[in-house]
């Protein structure tokens, strides 16, 4: 069994602060872990993936996040804000890495305001 | 880039009629997926499909919903009889054998049932 939690419904960050949204994971695999980013309107657009390697992971948009297994986490961060980045952010997780046809456990989603 | 599409993007059918929403994966992938996103909530796994079969199915996919890939490019979901709490966005997603291993998702299908 897979699951993932989100541990903010909505955070708010000035434009040009840093970002930290939070997620926890709970799998009986090594995981696949990704965060996906769905804006207005829009379908899922993938940011970034662990796969067991790196444990810093570096995405799009100069997003990054880091698989922390002794806490069970996967935080996203990005180091300064753009307004672009208001959207609302998953924290998904595979249970099986890589192979298969495995399918992906998401979080409830983070909602992400910039402020001007 | 390659991607995945859905049509349409936007369907309202009444309760009890049959819809029929339908994706493009891309062209080299083999693993194909449904997901679903009721307004407000987290987005669910319906389904999964590979070599014409289905893989896994969630409970939320009962006897009224279908897959199919009736060719070599379009994969489809079926809802029979349309319930109100059917409307959702509905995804589409596929994956690569050989890799890279994430699914690429689709736009997105809204599904209005009234």
């Known amino acids: 069994a897979q699951s993932v939690t989100q541990l903010d419904s909505h955070v708010s960050v000035s434009e040009g602060t840093p970002v930290l949204l939070r997620c926890n994971y709970s799998?009986?695999?090594?995981?696949?872990l990704f965060w996906y980013v769905q804006h207005p309107n829009k379908g899922l657009q993938l940011l970034l993936k662990y796969t067991s390697a790196a444990t810093l992971v570096k995405g799009i948009n100069g997003f990054e996040a880091e698989f922390k297994k002794s806490e069970t986490s996967f935080h996203l961060t990005k180091p300064s804000a753009h307004m672009s980045d208001a959207a609302e952010y998953f924290c998904v997780v595979s249970g099986t890495p890589n192979f298969g046809n495995e399918k992906l456990t998401f979080g409830t989603g983070t909602r992400l305001t910039i402020i001007p | 880039e390659p991607e995945v599409t859905q049509t349409p993007s936007h369907q309202v059918t009444q309760m009890g009629q049959e819809v029929i929403l339908r994706c493009v994966p891309i062209s080299n992938h083999l693993y194909f997926y449904w997901y679903r996103q009721i307004l407000g909530q987290k987005v669910e796994f319906l389904v999964s499909f590979y070599n014409n079969e289905i893989s896994e199915k969630s409970e939320i996919f009962d006897d009224q919903f279908s897959v199919e890939r009736p060719d070599g490019s379009n994969f489809t979901l079926k809802i029979r009889s349309t319930k109100l709490e059917d409307s959702a966005m509905y995804f589409c997603?596929?994956?690569?054998?050989?890799?890279?291993?994430?699914?690429?998702f689709g736009p997105g299908t809204r599904l209005t049932v009234t």
């Open positions: 799998s009986s695999y090594s995981p696949s």
């Open positions: 997603a596929s994956k690569s054998l050989d890799g890279p291993y994430e699914q690429y």
